[in-house]
């Protein structure tokens, strides 16, 4: 075996050694100094993005899922590996809940904006997508918004235990389909599922690619 092929096997993805809850911020001024890399997870409510920071570090309640919808209503850090190449991952509120008061929506709408446009160290948005639906007008509306503001973004689709491989390759194609219709080219997308052990090589993979590209001093 060629000393080549050892480093391509041995760097198949990134290890998570340690995985720590640093604080919930109410403000992205609040939030950890923006000193390492960052990737944060949005989605409309109950997609799976607590479930998912579980399932990547696995750590079950490190992030607090539940099967109500709006759990998640800060800007929750966590940081990984903290002891060599340490990073943030960010649970965020879901959008597009619909038993919040307009009050309360309207300040969420306000804090996530300033979040997404603000944070400095912000590498990649993970926009996570309910596989089992059809194309949502609120997911293109928000990637729309993303894309328009320069804000790198990848696409994630949860809970594809949750339906038959058909199923979910139909759904895609539904989405890909109304994307080309807007854009030229798709943003990169990742199939998960948190609880059949599914894309979490992938998605450790791609950030830690993203990490070493980027070097934030
Ligand atoms: P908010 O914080 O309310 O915005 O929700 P969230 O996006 O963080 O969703 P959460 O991780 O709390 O999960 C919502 C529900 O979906 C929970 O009941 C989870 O157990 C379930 N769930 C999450 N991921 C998966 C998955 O991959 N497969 C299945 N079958 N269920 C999942
Ligand atoms: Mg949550």
Known sequence: MTEKYLLTTIKVFMKIK?????????????????????????????????????????????????????KTQLINHFIINEADTPWYLVDLPGYGFAHVSKSIKKEWNKFLTEYILKRKNLLCLFVLIDSRHEPQEIDMQFMEWLASNEIPFVMVFTKTDKLTAGQLKKNISAYNKVMLGAWEELPRQFLTSATADKGRQALLRFIEETNEINNLS
């Open 18 to 70: 340690s995985a720590t809850f640093v604080k919930s911020s109410t403000d992205y001024k609040k939030c950890p100094q923006a000193d390492i890399p960052e990737h944060a997870f949005i989605g409309r409510s109950n997609v799976g993005k607590s479930s998912l920071i579980n399932y990547l570090t696995n750590i079950k309640g490190l992030a607090k899922a539940s099967d109500k919808p709006g």
